[in-house]
Structure formats: structure tokens, C-alpha cells
């Protein structure tokens, strides 16, 4: 083991208890990978979770945590923690033609938690009214798809017509479904209590 | 006498450099010699090339579909074959560089790659991001386990006759539930034990093999860039 010869320098309370609500989030979207509804829309592809994560590390963590947790999802992934879909990892991953979807990630949690707390910091979330949430998970949904459809093309020499055609018409129609789970989720006792 | 072994930190520079020049050079001539490095770093640390891939199988759909959308027209002539060659060769790319991934994961434990990111990313983004892959790691096999025990208490009481949004409500409120609650008793067991910002990480070190490494790392970027 290295050795330091230095005083400990402890992490503040407010970064400790962020932190730790960071990793278990993103270790809830690893969780998500592994879960799967049927798709009443298209039968053939299932609903996954991870969208969903998405939304809710956004609304519960905020634009910068909630950013930071898919980040630290995204590491997770391409140092070998089984978090994507399938139990894939690596480097790899990230740019193979689904890697934009799974990069958009970060940037969506942030975009999504903007929206919803109207600033980089955490508001109650009764304060927020349904349209705003309803809003910034369409935010949220445009920029995952719009970075899947950049990763079709770069990472996969998709042209964008065969991007979207491939990456969105058939997943979309089930995105109104999260949405309105986390309209479900976020509206419960349990969630506004906790 | 252990055999010596690439740090964590050339693994990933090689990797890095290997998918700019992948990037740049997505031609045959160019994945060839990329597809040769990946071979002989796979005949090195001694796997099945079929076993190290088979977790990426959810990858073929996509794969397949980007030649396939490319070569077909809604009008004559039809089918263009011709179109399939630039998502052919990017397709092929994705497998050169999801074999490297692949490698990197199966030759290097979490707990290094976490000190390797606490080396490599300057000051405090560095350690809260190695802190928390690690904590992932170890959270990670308790959520999955949470999550299935949960969907099957739903399967048993009919829980699948509901609609689907309802379904994933309810899966969600008891796990973010728990989870919340989690983090509350992680941050205080954290804070009870002085996390700092200053911890001993396990020991990486650079050795005469990596000089080799780094070598190839510098030569494909040199490719990339003259």
C-alpha cells in the first residue's frame, strides 16, 4: 500500500451524504439494465428501466448530482462493473453505435433536473407543478434520443434516416409510459416523505 | 514469480488510442492493423475471443440493421449494395473496440481501475468519481437482488394483470424507497468513518512493461495525427 504523510482532510457532510445518494443511484441504474416490461405499443422490444433512471436521478438529485450519477454510471460501465444492458462493459461499449444513447445520459439527468428545480439547486419537488416535470423529462427524452441517433451515425455509419428509423419510431411511444410512471413515483407519499 | 502485468493507467491509454486511430482509420487497411493489436493482446492474456464477447450479443441487432437500412431504397433501384460498406466497416470497428473493453475488463480488477481514476482525474472530481465506482461495485449484486425478489412478491399476488405504467410505479416507489433510506445510513456510516479526501489508494506502478505499452499508445496516435 502507498502510504500518505499528510493530516486526513475530511469530505464535508453535505458532499458525503450526496455522494452516497449518487452511487446508489447509479447502482440503481445498473439494477435497471437487468429489468424489463412488456411494450403494450410494440411487443418485440421490451420497456427497459434505464430512461426511466434517467428522469429520476434528474428530479431527485438535481441537475449537478443528478448529472454526476450517471457520469459515474457511465465510468462504472467502461472500468468493468456489469452496469449496462446484457452485462456488456468497457470502453468499447460507450462507442459502439447504442454509445450515444448511454452518453446522452449525463446530459439529460442535468437538462431533466434544470428544468424541474428551475436552477442548478435542489427544490421541494411539491413545489413543482406536473407540467414543469411532464416537461423536463420531454427535455430529457429529446436529448437521449437525439444523442442515440448521433451515436447511430458516428459510432455506427448509420445515415440519420436509417438512425431514426432504427433508434427511435420503434422505442419512443413507450417514453410516455415512463413519463407518466414518474409522474407516479414522484407524486407518492413514500417518495415525498423520504 | 508473478507475472509482470500492464498498470491499470497504460491499459487505458492504450485502449484510448487505439479507438482514435480505430476512429480515423475505419478503412480495411486500418482495422487490419488495429484487428492485429487486439489479437495479439488476446493470444497474450490467453481467453477465448467467442467466451470474452458473448455478453455483447445485445450489440448484433444493431450491428446487422445499419448495412441493412443502408443498402435498401423505398424506390428503384431498390437495394444499393454498394452503401452497405461504410456501416459495414463501422460495425466491425464497434467489435474491434468492444474486444479491447472486453480485455481491459478482464485483466484488471475494479479496485485498481478506481485508484487509476483517482491518479488520472486531477483533485476532488477524481476521488468522488473512483469512491463512487467503487461503492457501485459493492451495491450493485444487492439492487439486482432487491429488484428481482421485489418483481417476483408482484408476479405471485397477480401484480402482472396491471397496466405496465402502474407496474413500474410500484416497483419504483418501494426501491427508491429503500434506496434513499440506504444512502442516508451510507452517508452517516461514510462520516462515521472519516472519509477524506486524502485516502490511501492500493499501490499502482509503472514497470519496464509498460514502456512497451505506452510505446504502441504514442505510435497509434502518431498514425492518427501525421
Redesign the interface.
Known sequence: MSTEFESVDPVGEEVVGNLARTALFAALMGGFAYVSFPNPFAPGIPVTLQVLGVFLAGIMLGPLWGGFSLVVYLVAGAVGVPVFASGATGLGTLLGPTGGYLLSYPVAAAAVGLVVHRGPTLRSLGDTSTALLVGGMVLGTLVVYGGGVLGLVVFGGYGFAGAVSAGVVAFLPAEGLKIAAAVGIVRSDAITAA | MQRPRLDPRTK?AL??AL?VAA?EH?TPRGLAVTTALVGVAVLAVGVSPVGLLR?????LP??V??PL??VVRLRPPWLVLGDAV??????YR?V???????L??RT?P?RE??AA?QRLLPGRVGR??G???G???R??P???R???AT?NAMRVRLGTEQP??????R???????R??????R??LA??AR?????P????IRFSWVDAPGLLVAAALVAWTVL
Open positions: 487505458l485502449q484510448a479507438a476512429f475505419t455478453p455483447y450479443v445485445v450489440l444493431f450491428l440493421a445499419g437500412f443502408a461504410t456501416p459495414a466497416l463501422a460495425g464497434t474491434v473496440l468492444v474486444t479491447a473493453g472486453a481491459y475488463v484488471t475494479v481501475s478506481e481514476i468522488l468519481l469512491i463512487a465506482v461503492l457501485v461495485f451495491f450493485l444487492l439492487v439486482r432487491e429488484l428481482s418483481r405496465v405504467h402502474e407496474r413500474i410505479s416497483l419504483l416507489i418501494g426501491t427508491l424507497t434506496t434513499l433510506r440506504r444512502a442516508d451510507l452517508g461514510l462520516r472519516c472519509l477524506s479526501w486524502n490511501t489508494l492500493p499501490e
